[in-house]
């Protein structure tokens, strides 16, 4: 037996699987032969807008420089485009990366995690990855169930819930009417994550208004899927100043490069 050194015992304990198995993971699986089409992770088939592709190559001179840290261009015109301040805004890796720093933020071994019974793994994923014990709500008609979420946050008194809104993988989707009597519902000691990966794709009835002036919500939304860029990896978290400041504490500096912040707001300004 090769000895090597510890683990911490939360990190020896993880399961060996993880929820992405790419479609290059399967396609090697079957010997190489290629999918017809990649459906499996949500991405647009079209592509960012000529417009960023532009943006994207003239950025490309200067990829071998650091990044600007603080993100200044893309939250501000982030911020411009949501009508809120610029403290309000934290750019991660994606949401991935984002749900990654929120988890880490809110929870300690041990301590539960309220989601919906198959929602989105990767979610689950960072809950396990910081000890988290995830509780799982059924879905009910297709639907995340706002009622059961609410019960199951109160009888485990859970610090977080993460609700994804449209849903993926049920592409349903609650009026932003019922999000906000489940917000208005939940303790004030309970964080809330909306997850808008695909805000822009269901009708705007659905987008639950941005409010900073909650302290327990936070809302999440993507470059990867209406506007193309998946794999450019960015996205953007909106909340309370306060909170995101926290995010701010924890966040990789570098992790967003130059050429996503260019993309990104080559994408909001198309
Ligand atoms: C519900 C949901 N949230 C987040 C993501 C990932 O978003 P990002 O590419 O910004 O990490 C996906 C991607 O499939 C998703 O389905």
Redesign the pocket.
Same mark, same amino acid.
């Given at each position: 037996m090769v000895r090597r050194p510890a683990l911490t015992p939360l990190v020896a304990a993880l399961p060996p699987t993880v929820p992405f198995v790419g479609p290059e993971a399967q396609e090697r699986d079957r010997g190489g032969r290629p999918f017809r089409a990649r459906i499996g +992770?949500?991405e647009s088939s079209f592509g960012p807008a000529p417009s960023v592709m532009a943006a994207m190559r003239a950025a490309a001179p200067d990829m071998w420089m650091y990044c600007d840290p603080d993100n200044f261009d893309l939250k501000t015109a982030i911020a411009g485009h949501l009508g809120v301040a610029y403290h309000n805004v934290v750019v991660g890796?994606?949401?991935?990366?984002l749900?990654n720093l929120v988890v880490r933020m809110m929870i300690s071994p041990g301590q539960p995690v309220v989601t919906s019974l198959g929602?989105?793994p990767?979610?689950n994923f960072h809950v396990a990855g910081f000890g988290g014990r995830l509780v799982a709500v059924p879905y009910e008609n297709d639907h995340e169930n706002l009622d059961g979420l609410l019960a199951a946050v109160k009888r485990e008194n859970a610090p977080l819930v993460y609700l994804?809104n449209p849903?993926?993988p049920m592409g349903t989707w609650w009026e932003a009417s019922d999000i906000r009597r489940f917000a208005d519902a939940l303790p004030e000691t309970t964080m809330l994550i909306i997850?808008e +990966?695909?805000g822009e794709l269901g009708p705007d009835s659905a987008l639950f208004p941005i409010d900073v002036s909650r302290p327990n919500v936070i809302w999440?939304r993507?470059?990867?899927?209406a506007y193309g860029l998946?794999g450019i990896?960015?996205?953007y978290a909106v909340g309370e100043e306060g909170f995101i400041r926290d995010v701010e504490k924890v966040r990789n500096h570098y992790g967003v490069n130059r050429m996503a912040l260019v993309a990104g707001e080559a994408a909001l300004a198309d």
């Open positions: +992770a949500n890796e994606g949401i991935d990366g749900l929602a989105y990767t979610f994804s849903d993926n997850d +990966a695909y999440m993507t470059f990867s899927k998946a990896r960015c996205g």
